[in-house]
């Protein structure tokens, strides 16, 4: 069955790209860039052709200025930027022929610019909705004071990371994280070692993503865009953090590329130790008990990437990576359990050993006409993880966990017309997970699931009215084989339709203002760890259970909104709807002598959400970003064997404040409350707490130092009470108050010269419940 899917879809793919070679006639649009001072030419600068307000296409001047690209007929806008220099906007017209729009001259300006009694750096943070995401541009206000990836993520409406760098969007932790448009095997946490902000370019949040991206994910998907391929010549950043807290961190990494004419050389290394505490306490009603623990670790992370782009001609790009990384990890945990009756004491040093490999090819072809390209990517990655559990509850336990994953795509898209866009393309992903777990004897537990894609998208766009709708078809074959008593191997088959709609209408004489409308269906795929029969302990006396019955969680997504952008000013709103069939959620079982926590399908609810975005610069030395999220609905599921529905809401207020100052000095106040809410079983008390950065440049910004206090106050801690079937009181505490210093010094002789990476859709998600 599998071998007949993949003939056919290979099949599907061998007639598919015949069709792809059509293109239209195209006209030549050349000039050449230069500065006002001395008629220098400026060479390498970013220019993007826009068309009714978007960006269509982005390329670069060369070593002289000039430049030159091919376009189809209509009216565009030629957008002009280089960094020291002001940028400038350029109306034009093609008709029948070629156009040479001839000298264009770039006012230069410092880059410390006195204003106010102030100085100003960099680019500042903006935010734009696009038809089918919204698209959040990291400028130097946000990501200079920012030290690691989750401080920039909580400011971005919708999105939270909490203490345990869990990230969740629109109040659900089931959302897909991609790093240039491709999923990845390392959590979260990792990818904000990683990448430090000073290397993001854009983030993307797509609440409804479209046909081209896999249906996975409940939420959505956050897509963390990097700055784009290279710079001209040698450029080099090293950097350095450490934190003081209840244990020191400190983490220390390098990013380079070589540029030459053809070629690129790109690569990055990250070495972090990152010793970390907590605290928890969990009081049981039952059996008149308290369980007090203290967990300690010791995670020392390794991280290594280097490729290569090659430029066979000004069509055609070939580029190639590899990424490996090791972690290493000991904890302990103490745990104290006392009653009116004894006390127990219990004990679990744990550590573990983890060696990831991926390697990733992508080939773009591009065609005469402006947008006309075929683009193929093949990704295959590696991961290992050894565990060695010894505590005085269960004794010593061994795991030896094994995952490989293979996917590869091809996309085709080929504007139609000036206002329209055909993209198609076909995937398939293959996974393979094995579990061995046992000390003398191993039984083992394997995995595998298998996933063939067609999709098709349609763009058409207006003057004012822009429609989006698309189509995915997928295949999935999943299958489990396991020797432990009492577990039952399984196969599934399924075909599924997930039709997407994105809507948006512009209004006013500018077109600033933009009401939308979204749609998507989804779901999510349980992951190999929510089947598996392999025993899972955590923090003394509770229990993590596998069901080897659980089925996939669909939703359908609907979503309204309104938003406008003025000169200093981002205004957006949004509601949304998410109708849930087969839910997966967390039941607390009570044993006599221990808690077990299971996943299980509920029956259908509906959970609804609001959002309010506010993006402001009321002077060129002050930007605020601030956001209020509300959501609510219905939740049920079972009880101790009793079925039961409960009402939820929450709330969640952010602002963060960027002071651009005198002597290149920027200061970043940052604060998040989050209220009370509630799930199935459990009440959870309200979080807050504000953060407070400074940050200082010296040499031209080539050198900077960043101070920064977290959690002020230290008021941030989470704690939770449990009524039904009896009462439990608990709570966590992190080290939340921690102060950090961070380093980074840029050496750098070189002009940007821009590549593209083609973007790979989803897979299952490591980290969480479901993937």
Avoid: C
């Avoid at 002009?80 to 230069?108: H, P, R």
């Avoid at 336990?397 to 293979?406: M, P, R, S, T, V």
């Avoid at 221990?594 to 309010?612: D, M, P, R």
């Amino acid at each position: 069955m599998k071998n007949s899917v993949l003939k056919i879809f290979l099949l599907n793919i061998a007639l598919f790209i015949p069709y792809l070679a059509f293109s239209q006639n195209m006209k030549e649009i050349t000039g050449k860039i230069e500065t006002d001072s001395n008629s220098e030419e400026i060479s390498w600068a970013q220019i993007s052709v826009l068309k009714e307000g978007n960006a269509i296409k982005e390329f670069f001047s060369d070593e002289k200025g000039n430049f030159s690209t091919l376009l189809s007929e209509g009216k565009y806008i030629l957008l002009i930027e280089e960094f020291g220099y002001e940028k400038k906007e350029l109306s034009f017209s093609i008709e029948d022929s070629s156009i040479n729009i001839g000298t264009i001259v770039l006012k230069k300006i410092f880059k410390e610019k006195e204003i106010e009694g102030v100085v100003v750096l960099g680019k500042k943070t903006t935010i734009v909705n696009q038809i089918d995401r919204k698209v959040v541009t990291v400028g130097d206000d946000l990501a200079g004071a920012s030290q690691d990836l989750s401080q920039v993520m909580n400011t971005i409406p919708g999105i939270y990371v909490n203490q345990d760098n869990q990230i969740s969007l629109r109040g659900s932790s089931n959302v897909k994280i991609l790093v240039d448009g491709k999923p990845t095997t390392i959590s979260f946490e990792q990818i904000m070692r990683q990448y430090p902000p000073d290397l993001i370019d854009k983030i993307e949040v797509l609440t409804n993503p479209p046909a081209k991206y896999s249906p996975e994910g409940k939420s959505g998907i956050i897509n963390i865009i990097l700055k784009k391929g290279s710079k001209k010549g040698t450029n080099i950043n090293l950097n350095t953090n450490y934190i003081h807290g209840a244990n020191s961190k400190y983490t220390t990494g390098i990013d380079f590329n070589q540029g030459f004419e053809k070629f690129n050389i790109f690569g990055s290394g990250t070495y972090n130790v990152w010793n970390w505490q907590n605290s928890a306490y969990l009081f049981r009603e039952s059996t008149h008990s308290l369980q007090t623990s203290k967990l300690n670790g010791e995670p020392i992370n390794r991280s290594g990437k280097i490729g290569f782009d090659y430029f066979l001609n000004d069509k055609n790009t070939l580029s190639l990576y590899t990424y490996q990384s090791g972690n290493n990890s000991e904890t302990e945990n103490n745990s104290l359990e006392s009653s009116i009756y004894n006390e127990k004491f219990y004990q679990q040093n744990y550590s573990y050993h983890i060696k990831n490999q991926e390697y990733d090819l992508f080939y773009k072809s591009e065609f005469a006409k402006s947008g006309h390209k075929i683009e193929v990517q093949a990704n295959y990655d590696k991961y290992y993880e050894d565990t060695e559990s010894n505590s005085t509850l269960q004794g010593l336990e061994l795991w030896n966990q094994k995952e490989e994953n293979f996917r590869a795509n091809l996309d085709y898209t080929n504007p139609l017309s000036n206002n329209s866009e055909l993209t198609a393309g076909a995937e398939f992903r293959l996974n393979k997970f094995k579990d061995k777990y046992g000390v003398l004897t191993k039984n083992f537990y394997e995995f595998g699931r298998d996933i063939y894609s067609l999709y098709v998208e349609y763009k058409k766009e207006w003057t004012r009215l822009g429609i989006k709708a698309g189509i995915r078809g997928e295949y999935s074959d999943t299958r489990t084989n396991t020797d432990f008593a009492n577990s039952k191997n399984f196969k599934d088959y399924t075909y599924q339709i997930y039709p997407t709609l994105h809507a948006g209408y512009k209004l006013g004489k500018e077109k600033k203002t933009e009401i939308s409308f979204n749609y998507s269906r989804r779901i999510d795929r349980p992951w190999a760890g929510l089947f598996s029969p392999v025993p899972q302990f955590s923090i003394g006396t509770i229990v993590y259970s596998g069901n080897e019955n659980i089925k996939p969680e669909y939703t359908n997504s609907y979503e309204m909104g309104i938003s406008t952008n003025l000169s200093k000013l981002y205004i957006g709103a949004n509601i949304f709807i998410r109708d849930i069939k087969d839910q997966i959620l967390q039941r607390f079982i009570e044993q006599p002598t221990y808690i077990e926590i299971v996943s299980e399908n509920t029956e259908g609810n509906n959970q609804y959400g609001g959002e309010l975005d506010i993006n402001y610069n009321p002077f060129k030395w002050w930007s605020i970003n601030s956001g209020f999220e509300y959501y609510w609905g219905k939740i049920s599921g079972t009880i101790q064997n009793k079925w039961s529905k409960r009402n939820i809401d929450s709330h969640t207020l952010k602002i963060n404040n960027t002071f651009t100052l005198p002597k290149s000095i920027s200061v970043q106040l940052f604060g998040i409350y989050k209220s009370k809410n509630k799930d199935l079983q459990n009440n959870y008390k309200e979080q807050w707490k504000i953060d407070l950065s400074v940050k200082k440049a010296f040499m031209d910004d080539k050198l900077s130092f960043t101070v920064r206090i977290s959690d002020l106050f230290n008021a941030q801690h989470s704690q939770f009470n449990k009524i039904i079937p009896s009462y439990i009181d608990g709570r966590y505490d992190w080290e939340s108050r921690r102060v950090s210093l961070a380093v980074k010094y840029t050496f750098a002789n070189g002009k940007i010269k821009k590549t593209e990476r083609k973007e790979i859709k989803d897979n299952t998600k490591k980290e969480g419940g479901n993937r």
